[in-house]
């Protein structure tokens, strides 16, 4: 290269500017912020301190109030005195007892509870302290204490035994009102808002910002948290060892920290402070740098003007071809003679279309023939349009009749029963590598072993047969439920050596494999209703799949029997594959016996073991199937004889 890029790199000094900038004037923000956290945890704490504080101001004022109350002997009348009335009690209690305490009501029970004086008629007050868990320990001897939201307004409460002769003759109850009033003048004294919650209600007093206040109170969302999560976000904050936790509401930073009561005459409670409203003035300083930084970027940029002038016409190019190349334009070169990185740049760009342009005539091909799974599999691996031999194992699943089933439904209803049954089945059919070749009708036809190798393709169907029923049996129950039916599927499976490749026209290509063991799989599926079996496989795919498996072999085979089916000349053996262990050995040895004496011709015999079979395992259909076969032939031996052809039975329908 004969210019060197170098110098074009005067560039940076633009950006380096603006990171200088940016990292000033983040950091002095930085700092300021930390500061100013420090402070405002301080007075969090102070605040905190301030709170605790009256709370046992309060407690300890309400305690000497009620020992005082318990020694007066107007109350000591109220508990021994039988002959005053209720409305005497009440008198006493709020003409002559009340006017020397500073708490809001005061309650007289007697030693079981039951209430004997108010100072005012607060039935629903009386209600909600008596059904407190602390009042039974209260009128059982012990000083107890409490809070209850009630009418807006949250109570504290104590509640002091009364002594007369070393007997309890009751309990005087003191309640004293913690309201907004007083609220208010710890949040001015602190600087600071509260929030005291209790059993889920809430007091809060201070929130400058209305919309925070509207936001706390409201229900959570994206945007805000409610009362509630607020304390919970704070407590979480608290257990997980920080002391200090922020939120944002509505847009506003708070700093907050959470004090969880220490006894039960403290509520649990919430003081914060706006961070947001405390760094106001930082607006300030971040004003003047801003102008400061927008005359050093002026700067900057002027120097990087002069450089962007000339390295802007091969940008220009690149980015033109750039957009074409997006809208799938191939076709496109570019001539960069700068003789540096952009000539090199330009090169890069003009081989990289040059393979662009290949792929995309190959995966034109592609895309009119498979999935996109396959097509990228395709792609990567570079398989040759055309046919290829290979061995394979092909599965064929159909519902059975399907035909009495569409007659029941609308053609709608049938289209949504079809999609969900197979977007059902579909999802058992990647997890054991098969690949989805068509969809006939109501049936479906799906490859393992192409076009992806898979050296498990026999096993990995039978497996996906199984997960296919199941994946079915589960689905009935919705479809008895919409459409009041059932549906009952039949699956056959076949393995060998067949053609698969790109077959088609020139216009319409598909993937897909050709071959004899293709129709045979289709005609073992159509056995699967003639035999009672729900799976059938070809006794091809049971030796592959023993001799694949290995360890993980997991399945026993049963006998169903030999059969020539339609367009064949030879008889094939077909199996069912039992996936169940439960007294599996004991099951096939009693199945081959009678199996045996049909093979032999003696049909009776057969009939005896079949029966003797259907009384331990009522349920087999493949064996219901064979004793009502074996009844006929023993009834009707020509039967057999049109039925069967040395040994094999021959099948003319599909």
């Not at 367009?567 to 199996?595: C, F, H, M, S, W």
Request: hydrophobic share 45%.
């Amino acid at each position: 290269m004969l210019f060197s890029f170098r110098y074009k790199l005067s560039l940076i000094i633009f950006l380096v500017a603006l990171l200088i900038l940016l990292m000033a004037f983040f950091a002095i923000e930085s700092v300021i912020e930390k500061e100013f956290r420090l402070v405002i945890e301080q007075r969090l704490q102070q605040a905190q301190d301030v709170v605790n504080q009256r709370m046992e101001d309060r407690f300890d004022r309400l305690l000497m109030q009620a020992v005082t109350v318990a020694d007066n002997k107007l109350t000591k009348d109220i508990l021994t005195d039988k002959n005053l009335s209720k409305v005497t009690r009440d008198d006493i209690a709020h003409d002559e007892i009340m006017p020397t305490l500073l708490a809001d009501s005061m309650l007289i029970t007697d030693g079981d509870g039951k209430l004997l004086a108010e100072t005012f008629e607060h039935d629903p007050l009386w209600e909600k302290i008596k059904v407190q868990p602390a009042f039974e320990n209260g009128i059982a001897g012990e000083e107890v204490a409490g809070i209850i939201f009630f009418e807006g307004t949250l109570l504290q409460w104590l509640l002091l035994p009364v002594y007369i002769d070393h007997l309890m003759f009751g309990t005087v109850i003191l309640v004293s009102a913690l309201g907004p009033q007083e609220l208010q003048t710890i949040s001015q004294l602190t600087g600071t808002e509260l929030l005291i919650s209790s059993d889920n209600e809430f007091l809060a007093t201070g929130w400058k910002n209305q919309k925070a206040v509207k936001g706390v109170r409201s229900q959570s969302s994206k945007d805000q948290l409610s009362f509630n999560d607020l304390e919970k976000n704070t407590q979480a904050g608290l257990y997980n060892g920080q002391s200090t936790t922020e939120v944002n509401l509505l847009g506003e930073r708070y700093l907050l920290r959470f004090n969880a009561p220490e006894n039960a005459f403290t509520p649990a409670y919430v003081v914060a402070q706006s961070l947001d409203r405390a760094l106001a003035f930082v607006e300030t300083i971040k004003q003047v740098m801003l102008i400061i930084g927008l005359i050093a970027l002026v700067i900057a940029a002027g120097l990087g003007f002069v450089i962007a002038c000339t390295v802007s016409r091969p940008i220009r190019l690149l980015s033109k071809a750039n957009r074409a190349v997006a809208k799938e334009d191939f076709s496109q070169r570019v001539d960069i003679q700068t003789r540096d990185e952009f000539h090199e740049l330009g090169e890069s760009f003009n081989h990289m279309t040059e393979s662009l342009a290949e792929k995309a005539k190959i995966r034109l091909a592609l895309d009119k023939t498979v999935s996109r799974e396959v097509a990228d599999h395709l792609m990567q691996q570079g398989v040759q349009l055309g046919g290829e031999s290979r061995e394979v194992t092909i599965l064929f699943a159909d519902i059975s009749g399907f035909t009495s089933l569409s007659e029941r439904l609308s053609e709608q209803q049938l289209l949504n029963l079809l999609n969900s049954y197979f977007t059902r089945i579909n999802s058992c059919i990647p997890q054991y590598h098969g690949t989805i070749d068509k969809y006939i009708g109501d049936a479906v036809m799906v490859l393992f072993g192409a076009p992806v190798n898979d050296a498990l393709h026999a096993f990995h169907a039978i497996q996906a047969a199984h997960a296919i029923w199941d994946t079915v049996q589960k689905f009935n129950e919705e479809v008895s439920e919409q459409f009041g039916c059932k549906l009952d599927i039949g699956i056959g499976i076949n393995s060998g050596q067949v053609l698969s490749g790109l077959m088609g026209s020139e216009d319409r290509m598909s993937y897909t494999v050709l071959g004899d063991h293709v129709n045979i799989a289709s005609r073992v599926e159509g056995l699967s209703k003639l035999y009672g079996a729900r799976i059938i496989i070809t006794d091809e795919t049971r030796k592959l799949a023993i001799q694949q498996a290995g360890r993980d072999y997991t399945y026993v085979y049963r006998r169903l029997d030999n059969v020539q089916v339609k367009g064949k000349t030879v008889g094939i053996n077909i199996y069912q594959p039992v996936l169940e262990r439960d007294e599996v050995d004991k099951k096939l040895q009693a199945y081959n016996k009678a199996y045996d004496f049909f093979l032999k011709h003696e049909f009776r015999k057969a009939m005896a073991e079949f029966e003797n079979y259907k009384k331990s395992w009522p349920h087999d259909k493949v064996v219901n199937l064979w004793f009502e076969r074996c009844k006929l032939y023993a009834e009707k031996k020509e039967a057999f004889e049109l039925d069967y052809r040395d040994g094999v039975r021959i099948l003319n329908s599909k």
